[in-house]
Structure formats: structure tokens, C-alpha cells
């Protein structure tokens, strides 16, 4: 069983955002030289598609920041 094990410790890989361990039951795909699991990944490619929506909303408070700022300095 020892041998088993070392054995398959080649094919095992660490999550870098979760650091949970990937085998066949948690697949992983390696990046960059790091390995990331797909639920991982599936998060952050959610947040990239919304990324846009956040950059608009962020420019809206910008905005209206510097409405009310105007308006205070009249």
C-alpha cells in the first residue's frame, strides 16, 4: 500500500487559493507553474465576468461623488 501511495503522490496537487488537495475525485489544472482546482477557478472566472458591472458602478460613485462636491462648493 506504501508503494501505492508513493506512487500516486505524482499525480496529487495543491489548490494555491484553497490549498486543498487535487487526485482524481477534485481535478486540477496547472497554471503558470501553480496547480488551482476547477472550483476555484470557476470562482474567479465568475468574478471576471463581472468585473465589468463592478468597474461601472465604481465609475457611477466616482461621479456622483463629484456632483454633490460641486454642488456643496456653490
Not at 53 to 70: F, G, N, P, S, V
Request: hydrophobic content about 30%.
Amino acid at each position: 500500500m506504501e508503494a501505492y501511495v508513493e506512487h500516486m503522490t505524482k499525480e496529487m496537487h495543491t489548490c494555491w487559493i484553497c490549498e486543498k488537495v487535487g487526485y482524481k475525485n477534485r481535478p486540477m489544472k496547472n497554471i503558470g507553474g501553480r496547480y488551482i482546482c476547477f472550483e476555484c477557478l470557476k470562482q474567479l472566472k465568475e468574478s471576471f465576468n463581472s468585473l465589468d458591472k463592478w468597474e461601472a458602478e465604481q465609475q457611477l460613485e466616482r461621479e456622483m461623488r463629484k456632483k454633490i462636491d460641486d454642488s456643496l462648493k456653490m
